[in-house]
Nanobody, 124 residues
Framework: QVQLVESGGGLVQAGGSHRLSCAASGRTLSSLGMGWFRQAPGKERELVAA????????YYADSVKGRFTISRDTAKNTVALQMNSLKPEDTAVYYC?????????????????WGQGTQVTVSP
């Protein structure tokens, strides 16, 4: 059973940087595709960034491309989301998710394991 625990949420000013971390247990990252989703109030959950289980393929939503970076630390079995040049519209609950699929996943239905979520609030 895969368990995911996010950390690093908080309040940050617009233009600032923040880093989220997701610790995985139960399986190694080499067997998991990982994604970061976010959900703002009144909006659907959206995929922000993802990495394939090989680590060779990454995906970024257009809204965060060039500002966010997803990375893995296979030694620690953690996945991070580095967020730079934050905007108020980045405010959301951020979720870490894991997929058992071989290829990178772009849809939430592909992810079978989810963290509890962590709030990121960007003040103007």
């Amino acid at each position: 059973q895969v368990q995911l625990v996010e950390s690093g949420g908080g309040l940050v000013q617009a233009g600032g940087s923040h880093r989220l971390s997701c610790a995985a247990s139960g399986r190694t990252l080499s067997s998991l595709g990982m994604g970061w989703f976010r959900q703002a109030p009144g909006k659907e959950r959206e995929l922000v960034a993802a990495v394939s289980r090989s680590g060779g393929t990454t995906y970024y939503a257009d809204s965060v491309k060039g500002r966010f970076t997803i990375s893995r630390d296979t030694a620690k079995n953690t996945v991070a989301l580095q967020m730079n040049s934050l905007k108020p519209e980045d405010t959301a609950v951020y979720y870490c998710a894991a997929s058992l699929a071989t290829l990178i996943c772009y849809d939430a239905t592909c992810y079978s394991h989810w963290g509890q979520g962590t709030q990121v609030t960007v003040s103007p």
